[in-house]
Nanobody, 123 residues
């Protein structure tokens, strides 16, 4: 069993930055690919970024590529999402996820979800 706890959300002006953290419990953190999804009101949950078990490979949604950076620290069992040049359309609840190696319909194969953290970007 893995528990994921996100932190770092908040209110920021457009163009600003936030860093989300997701702390995982358990001793098997490095066994999972990790990622972030987000869900805005009235919309489906969408993929944001993922990182391989070693941290050597990252994946991004086109909408955040070049602005967001995902990273992980396996010693600290934590995954991060650095979000720069934020836009109002980035406003959503951001969810941390743990699952198998990224690929295909990864959303449907996620093993564990965090409870989410709210990010609000004002214009």
């Amino acid at each position: 069993q893995v528990q994921l706890v996100e932190s770092g959300g908040g209110l920021v002006q457009a163009g600003g930055s936030l860093r989300l953290s997701c702390a995982a419990s358990g001793r098997t953190f490095s066994s999972y690919a990790m990622g972030w999804f987000r869900q805005a009101p009235g919309k489906e949950r969408e993929f944001v970024a993922a990182i391989s078990r070693s941290g050597g490979t990252t994946y991004y949604a086109d909408s955040v590529k070049g602005r967001f950076t995902i990273s992980r620290d396996n010693a600290q069992s934590t995954v991060y999402l650095q979000m720069n040049r934020l836009k109002p359309e980035d406003s959503a609840v951001y969810f941390c996820a743990a699952g198998p190696p990224y690929g295909g319909d990864w959303y449907w194969n996620i093993d564990y979800w965090g409870q989410g953290t709210q990010v609000t970007v004002s214009s």
